[in-house]
């Protein structure tokens, strides 16, 4: 299995630098298959970090114009962790510029089409308990600092080891660590009155 996981960020990385090279040359065509390819994943990221869509997409355009205009200076094994440093780069810029606050700081999570079909013999009670279950983890994250949300993401959603995140981030791998260690401890304590329906 993890051998097969390999094996397909290898294909990744080898598809995405041949679409840099082509756009490096060039075809727009392969520069917008990237974006095609990226856009969705990056939505969903800057939006949980910057709580608002409309800034959300903000960042995520930002960031498909800085990575176009900054396109040679890519050299790193992996284009998705090189653009999402630069998405999170733009994300904090609309974080300093947007003072909104929005009143659904996650709305995706409220929204079906993000949800996937619901089997037909689920209980209506089963749905409601996940979605009150949703929105305290969505209400939790809002009142961690965005350094400890940007670093529990990228660690425990996308997946990225420490030492992508200190690269990405700009920090050391100590401070990710130290992030994501108070990040999940702010966590434990302001979801701790939700303990009972945070159980299976």
Sequence with gaps: ??????????????????????ALDGDLDAFNRL?????????????????????????VQEA??????????FRGDSFRSWLTRIALNAATDVLRY??????????????????????DSEAPE???ILRSRSRAIASAMERITTD??????????????YHEIAEMTGVSLGT???????????????LLPEMELLQD
Excluded: C
């Design 1 to 22: 299995m993890e051998d097969r996981t390999r094996q397909g960020a290898s294909e990744q990385h080898a598809r995405d630098r041949a679409l840099v090279e082509r």
């Design 35 to 59: 974006v095609e390819l990226y856009q969705d994943y990056l939505f969903a990221l800057t939006v949980r970090v910057v709580n608002d869509r409309e800034a959300a997409a903000d960042a």
């Design 64 to 73: 498909f114009f800085s990575a176009y205009r900054n396109l040679s200076r």
């Design 98 to 119: 947007r003072k909104r606050r929005p009143a659904d700081p996650y709305p995706e999570w409220e929204d079906e089409a993000w949800q996937p079909p619901a089997d």
């Design 126 to 128: 089963r749905t409601a």
């Design 148 to 161: 400890q949300r940007t670093a529990i993401l990228l660690f425990d959603v996308e997946g990225y080891d």
């Design 176 to 190: 990710v660590k130290s992030r994501i260690h108070r990040g999940r401890l702010a966590l434990r304590e302001l």
